[in-house]
């Protein structure tokens, strides 16, 4: 190798950092995620979270099982529908999520707790 009389660069130990951490669609999901868990430390152990679109008025809320993300930003909301227990799936890009947290009556014996299952499963 040719020697351009250029001082050589120290080669220093950088930490590692997980990518997920830069991504910020994953951090908005977390955050989401937070905010449903704080959400329901209100709820008393007749009630679960239930979500609803902002915007839509007419629809009715529905029971949260899940909530999952996707590479490339989408957040898909898995659940039962209030009305006819009808499974559905929400899907949405991080940046467009625009819901409404509502207390529900519970529909299993113990309450869903979303916000705080999710974040533990988290590495």
Known sequence: MRDFGLPLIPQIGLPEIDPMDLNIYHSA????LERMAEFE??????????????GTPAEPPFHVDRVKFLD??????????????APVELIQHISQVSIVLKALPKIHDEPKRIGF?????QP
């Open 29 to 32: 999901y977390t955050a989401l």
């Open 72 to 85: 490339g930003g989408l957040i898909v909301f898995i659940g039962t529908s209030t009305e006819e227990s």
């Open 117 to 121: 299952t999710v974040l533990k499963e």
């Open 41 to 54: 430390t209100t709820l008393d152990a007749t009630r679960e979270v239930g979500v609803r679109l902002v």
